[in-house]
Antibody
Framework: EVQLVESGGGLVKPGGSLRLSCAAS????????MNWVRQAPGKGLEWVSS????????YYADSVKGRFTISRDNAKNSLYLQMNSLRAEDTAVYYC????????????WGQGTLVTVSS | EIVLTQSPATLSLSPGERATLSCRAS??????LAWYQQKPGQAPRLLIY???NRATGIPARFSGSGSGTDFTLTISSLEPEDFAVYYC???????????FGQGTKLEIK
């Protein structure tokens, strides 16, 4: 069974940093591109970042470019999101999501971890 | 950047009725469009991919259609568990990224 479990969320002050993790199991993690998608309270879904299976291709939404860094460790079946210079508008539930095999959609999602940026 | 516009924002129907949700793209996305269902407090779930293919385990009452710029998600006969928020999504090669529609809330009438 495919499982994605996020951790690392919490309360952080504006300008602060946080590192999210996503532990994957039940599939060959090193074969799939992975993503972070976020959802502000009461709002819709916003794609944040993607990383290819071997980390060769990395993409970011304009809203986080230069502040967030996605990475992965295939030996540890883990995905990460380093978030720096956090702003109030980064407050959201952050989901880890797997790319489906053809790579155009998100076929499995974690339950999410809440990041709150507030003084 | 492609913009996805969903309508209506809210749809009020009763169990057993047919639901028709729309997603319009600002430029053609061919058939590269997906639909997701999200219930309160839960992660989204993939329902439909490539505009009309049901994902694994999705009941046959869910169907998708369309191509180019106009897409429809149809639920043939609503079950109580179908009341949720539905999002469409597409992936672009340039600029690389993903776009979601703003969502349609399907509520019990």
């Amino acid at each position: 069974e495919v499982q994605l479990v996020e951790s690392g969320g919490g309360l952080v002050k504006p300008g602060g940093s946080l590192r999210l993790s996503c532990a994957a199991s039940g599939f060959t993690f090193s074969s799939y591109s992975m993503n972070w998608v976020r959802q502000a309270p009461g709002k819709g879904l916003e794609w944040v970042s993607s990383i290819s299976s071997s980390s060769s291709y990395i993409y970011y939404a304009d809203s986080v470019k230069g502040r967030f860094t996605i990475s992965r460790d295939n030996a540890k079946n883990s995905l990460y999101l380093q978030m720096n210079s956090l702003r109030a508008e980064d407050t959201a539930v952050y989901y880890c999501a797997r790319d489906e095999e053809n790579g155009d959609y998100f076929d499995y999602w974690g339950q999410g971890t809440l990041v709150t940026v507030s003084s | 950047e492609i913009v996805l516009t969903q309508s209506p924002a809210t749809l009020s129907l009763s169990p057993g009725e047919r639901a028709t949700l729309s997603c319009r793209a600002s430029q053609s996305v061919s058939s590269y469009l997906a639909w997701y269902q999200q219930k309160p407090g839960q992660a989204p779930r993939l329902l439909i991919y490539d505009a009309s293919n049901r994902a694994t385990g999705i009941p046959a009452r869910f169907s998708g259609s369309g191509s180019g710029t106009d897409f429809t998600l149809t639920i043939s006969s609503l079950e109580p568990e179908d009341f949720a928020v539905y999002y469409c999504q597409q992936r672009s090669n340039w600029p690389p990224g993903n776009t979601f529609g703003q969502g349609t809330k399907l509520e019990i009438k």
